[in-house]
């Protein structure tokens, strides 16, 4: 199971700069939240969307780090 | 400056608006912090710290500070309540706190650890500024020599303090050495160790490796071993001791204090060293020695007054001297570099409001944990109960994206990977990440002393040899190092039980 969180960090890294912040930090969150596997997945889909989305607004605005976009410039 | 009118310059920053909120940011943070096992102090610090470059220094040092002396606060609480301590510095707690929470003083158990914290924390400042001038006053006679011999001197001695294998210790401190020459040369100009890749040509930064080694290693190994968490339920009532306790526990409070705050001071001594030192004091100063263990409250009072002011004694060497004797304040000496403030002895002259606010901020610091802890205990044990399989990917997120932060590059995130990935073999491996992340801070003002020296001298070593600083320093850091390599005084080493980041 570690194994494969260390590679979801890894799939992040290289996927950021395309899929952009909000898409590919969904994508990680829900995979990482699924991997225990003690979740369903409404709360899964559920934890990752709030997750992301005070994560944009924390970092995006209360913190203003610039976020990447990525390709399709989200 | 004499006492008083630093004070009064630090009141005046310490007590904006502005600071005060980031005090009690720092705080709360670090009592969360401090109450979830598996992220301690220096996890925090270092995920906060990219999150402070925006700040004014003052403002940045004053959170940082909070979150380590607040995490040790929430430590408690869970060694308390639930058995498990949130902190290394608060595993002692457990063997009298718990036991006490089992036969219903769980409040008193709480209530004595923050007030004990607390007089520890504000005596601790106090001797903390007693202490800070005049040694600050008598480090203005360091020169570079002086400087290097002793942060060389610091470095061997938390190698040989440290938890197993000298050799392994000395070694990651090497490698610290090593990982921080990593890009273009300060007096020559040349690139080093950059390999041809531009991202290495400013060298690595300070933030994804400490995350690395400290944060992402720590979830890995915790997700290894499934941690299974038992919150005691049953309501805390009666939240203050009684008059009896309250007795007992003074002169434990005043020997904790005194013990931690000197404890600090030395390298390797941390919150882990001072708590079991005063218990161990308490126990054999007690008339009921056979009864520690089944709830003794001076077994609770006086390690969490020694876990308290050792906070205070670390920040004498750092503040002064520029020396980190502790991994959290090399933190805390990273954080002001980055903030183009320079630790040491000229620290005290240049910058009098950063210190002097500092240190008041600590102050109002305890005030508010004080505040916090007493009546916030109920949500601190809700947040326990939060599943760590949720919990995990929160703090990956936040690794990831501070330390891509720092430079809007991803390659940081590489960085922060790669060095979770080591910090996970280290543990394995037994090798502690303190002294490379120590030397990592250290390395290059180890390297300008070094060379500064050397030019004084004219490049002549023997020049080291007859300042007495020098000598003094160097010469105690060698026969530390040689006596791993003759037996019979490696048998004699002492051996104290240094704060490990990783701890549980």
Not at chain 2, 252 to 275: D, E, H, K, N, Q
Not at chain 2, 316 to 331: D, K
Not at chain 2, 443 to 460: D, H, T, V, W, Y
Request: proline content about 5%.
């Amino acid at each position: 199971m570690a194994i494969s969180v260390l590679l979801s960090l890894l799939a992040y890294a290289l996927l950021l700069d395309i899929l952009g912040f909000l898409l590919d930090t969904l994508l990680i969150f829900g995979f990482l939240f699924a991997s225990s596997g003690k979740h369903s997945w409404k709360v899964v889909l559920g934890a990752s969307l709030i997750t992301t989305a005070s994560a944009f607004l924390l970092f995006g605005y209360v913190l203003k780090i610039p976020l990447p976009g990525g390709l399709l410039h989200f | 400056m004499d006492l008083f009118s630093g004070l009064l310059l630090g009141f005046k920053i310490s007590l904006t608006l502005v600071n005060i909120l980031h005090c009690f940011t720092g705080v709360l943070i670090g009592t969360l912090v401090g109450v979830l096992p598996g992220i301690g102090a220096i996890g925090a610090m270092s995920l906060l710290l990219p999150l402070t470059f925006g700040m004014e220094a003052s403002s940045a040092l004053i959170m940082l500070a909070g979150i380590y002396y607040g995490a040790q606060y929430g430590g408690s609480t869970t060694s308390i309540l639930v058995n498990i301590p949130g902190e290394g510095g608060s595993v002692i707690t457990c063997l009298d706190g718990y036991q006490m929470a089992l036969k219903g003083r769980a409040g008193a158990a709480l209530g004595i650890s923050a007030i004990a914290s607390f007089v520890a924390g504000t005596l601790g400042v106090l001797l903390l500024m007693l202490f800070s001038l005049p040694i600050a006053k008598f480090a203005l006679k360091f020169g570079p020599p002086e400087i290097f011999s002793l942060m060389f001197l610091g470095l061997t001695l938390l190698s040989y303090l440290a938890r197993g294998s000298m050799l392994k210790a000395l070694s990651m401190g090497l490698v610290g050495i090593l990982l921080s020459s990593i890009g273009i040369d300060i007096i020559t100009g040349f690139p080093r160790f950059t390999m041809g890749m531009v991202n290495l040509i400013d060298g690595i930064d300070l933030v994804p490796i400490a995350m690395g080694l400290f944060g992402i290693s720590e979830v890995i190994v915790n997700l290894e071993e499934e941690v299974r968490r038992e919150v005691f339920d049953t309501k805390v009532k009666g939240l203050l001791p009684d008059r009896e306790e309250r007795r007992r526990s003074r002169w434990p409070i005043l020997r904790g204090t005194i013990l931690g705050f000197f404890l600090g001071i030395m390298p390797g001594g941390g919150a882990v060293t001072s708590s079991i030192i005063s218990y161990t004091t308490e126990k054999k100063l007690s008339r009921y020695p056979e009864k520690f263990g089944t709830g003794m409250i001076e077994g609770v009072a006086g390690p969490e007054a020694a876990n308290n002011s050792c906070t205070a004694g670390a920040f004498v060497p750092m503040l002064t001297m520029g020396i980190p004797t502790h991994v959290s304040m090399a933190l805390l000496m990273g954080a002001m570099m980055i903030h183009n403030v320079v630790p040491g002895p000229l620290f005290l002259k240049e910058h009098p409001d950063i210190f002097w606010g500092v240190i008041t901020s600590m102050y109002i610091g305890n005030i508010l944990l004080l505040i916090l802890n007493l009546p916030l205990i109920g949500i601190w044990v809700k947040v326990l109960k939060v599943p760590y399989s949720i919990l995990f990917p929160l703090i990956l997120l936040f690794c990831v994206i501070g330390a891509y932060s720092l430079q809007n590059s991803v390659f940081d995130i590489f960085v922060l990977i790669f060095f979770g990935l080591v910090g996970y073999f280290m543990k394995k491996l037994n090798y502690g990440p303190a002294p490379l992340i120590l030397a990592f801070i250290l390395g290059p003002k180890l390297e300008q002393a070094l060379r500064q020296s050397l030019l004084i001298f004219q490049g002549n070593f023997a020049g080291f040899f007859v300042r007495p600083i020098c000598i003094v320093s160097l010469g105690f850091a060698l026969i530390l190092i040689i006596s791993n390599f003759v037996p019979v005084l490696r048998r004699g080493r002492l051996r104290l039980p240094v704060e490990e980041p990783e701890d549980p």
